[in-house]
Each structure stands twice: as structure tokens, then as C-alpha cells.
């Protein structure tokens, strides 16, 4: 779990520093826009093995977990983590870095909900399994 959530910091942190030095070029952002999505992806597979033993292995698998956790966890419920692993999903994998449309404004929002996310799940698993 703690290895995971070491991924999701370090994959944003590459995000962050991609998106900066991107300069706005297309290939560029779009790579930073995949990191921050990986980033997503890591503090799942987190949250999810750490309260179920599972290790999900598609995007699918994530989002049947996280609609269990949040039927099994109010605080999981609370943060409204799986429509928000959705929107993350939508916004950096599917438009930003499968179709190229590059908006800086927009994925910088988004890098700065994925640290967000990333921060609430750190959060989630103190209260639960801390």
C-alpha cells in the first residue's frame, strides 16, 4: 500500500514538472495528462488492496471496488471517490491524452485534483485503517 501511494506522489510529481517544462507542447502535456491519470490509478489500487486485499486489474475492476467501498465506507462515500476517479479518467486518459485536446487551464485544475485525491485517500485509510 505505502509503495503505491509512493508511486501516486511520484507519478504527479512527473506530471507537475512535465506540464511545466511543456512549454505548452501538444505530445508533451498530453504525457504529463497520462502521469496524472497514472497518479489516479496508484492511489486507487491503494485504497482498494488496503481494504480489501484485492489488487484490481483494469479500470473496470477499479470502479466495481470503489462503489463497494462506498457502500461499505462512509468516509469513501463522503469524498465521492469513485465519480471522481471517473472524471480523472474522462478529463487525462480519454480527452487529454487519447484525443489531444490540450487546454492548459484545464489540466492544470486537474493536476490539482489529482493531489486532492490523492490526499483524501491518504486520509481515508488513517481513519480506517490506521
Excluded: C
Excluded at 22 to 29: A, C, F, N, Q, R
Amino acid at each position: 500500500m505505502r509503495a503505491k501511494l509512493s508511486d501516486a506522489w511520484s507519478f504527479l510529481e512527473a506530471a507537475k514538472r512535465e506540464f511545466s517544462e511543456s512549454k505548452g507542447d501538444p505530445v508533451k502535456v498530453r504525457d504529463a495528462a497520462e502521469k496524472a491519470w497514472n497518479a489516479v490509478v496508484q492511489a486507487t489500487d491503494a485504497l482498494i488492496y488496503a481494504l480489501t486485499g484485492v489488487r484490481p486489474m483494469s479500470h473496470y475492476e477499479r470502479r466495481v471496488a470503489l462503489r463497494d467501498l462506498e457502500r461499505r465506507f462512509e468516509g469513501a462515500k463522503r469524498l465521492g471517490l469513485r465519480d471522481r476517479y471517473m472524471a480523472r479518467y474522462k478529463v487525462l486518459h480519454g480527452e487529454a491524452f487519447y484525443e489531444g485536446v490540450v487546454d492548459l487551464e484545464e489540466i492544470e485544475v486537474e493536476l490539482g485534483k489529482v493531489e486532492e485525491y490523492i490526499r483524501d485517500v491518504e486520509s481515508l485509510l488513517k481513519e480506517v485503517v490506521d
